[in-house]
């Protein structure tokens, strides 16, 4: 157990509507990373956001937003659903209080199955 | 940008052969951490071992080692006396060593190991 935790496990949804995936990153945390496991496209990195503000911006659509709240969990919200949004969803987490060597490992959470019908 | 190549698409071997496998990675940054992540069926990934590129030092713990020659960009795997457990796919990773929000990890396309019994 990575002590990150991703809610839902799974979800099922319909073209055209909006979901939200949560991640509680592990205690004293302060960085979540957001990843998106296809088949076609492989694990690509979303966003990142470090301690309630936006830190870095992968290949993340303009249709997909995030968010850090004040006690650090992380929201990811996917609306105008495609069937090519169909993924698994990661959140990861690390510590980074600079640019220290032990704190940069990113533990993952057991991600979300996103299916779009 | 940075890339991470995995060659290897599938490896088959048998209850306790040794594996390797291979990494091979690209980037401009003379400071970068390098990782690898198992995901078995299950589908979570794990952290299993990380290298700075300033320490070029092998290790073994305990089944596992790795060999990081930064001369050739490369960071292989071992896995000795292979088990059925060790089946799934993994991952190599790179992440750059930056306080500017650089550290999300490029990943591989990962190698399907398979141990039969």
């Known amino acids: 157990d990575s002590g990150v935790t991703q809610t839902p496990k799974h979800l099922i949804t319909a073209t055209g509507q909006r979901v939200t995936l949560r991640c509680s990153p592990r205690?004293?945390?302060?960085?979540v990373y957001w990843y998106q496991q296809s088949l076609d496209q492989g694990l690509q990195f979303l966003i990142q956001?470090?301690?309630?503000?936006?830190?870095a911006k992968g290949n993340i659509l303009e249709r997909f937003s995030a968010q850090q709240f004040p006690d650090l969990h992380s929201e990811l919200n996917l609306s105008s659903l495609e069937l090519g949004d169909s993924a698994l969803y990661f959140c990861?987490?690390?510590?980074?209080?600079?640019?220290?060597?032990?704190?940069?490992?990113?533990?993952f959470g057991p991600g979300t199955r996103l299916t779009v019908l | 940008a940075q890339k991470v190549t995995q060659a290897q698409t599938e490896i088959s071997v048998v209850e306790k052969e040794d594996v390797t496998l291979d990494c091979v990675y690209e980037?401009?940054?003379?400071?970068?951490?390098l990782f690898w992540y198992k995901q078995p069926p299950s589908g979570e990934l794990v952290f299993l071992i990380r290298?700075?590129?300033?320490?070029?030092q092998n290790e073994i713990s305990g089944r596992y080692s790795w060999n990081f020659q930064r001369s050739t960009s490369s960071f292989n795997f071992t896995i000795t006396a292979s088990q059925v457990v060790d089946s799934a796919v993994y991952f190599c990773?790179?992440?750059?060593?930056?306080?500017?929000?650089?550290?999300?990890?490029?990943f591989g396309s990962g190698t399907r190991l398979q141990v039969q019994p």
């Open positions: 990861a987490s690390s510590v980074e209080r600079g640019l220290g060597a032990s704190t940069d490992t990113q533990y």
């Open positions: 956001y470090y301690n309630g503000e936006e830190r």
């Open positions: 990773a790179l992440s750059l060593w930056s306080d500017t929000g650089r550290r999300a990890l490029t």
């Open positions: 290298r700075n590129s300033f320490d070029e």
């Open positions: 980037t401009r940054d003379t400071t970068y951490y």
């Open positions: 205690s004293g945390d302060l960085s």
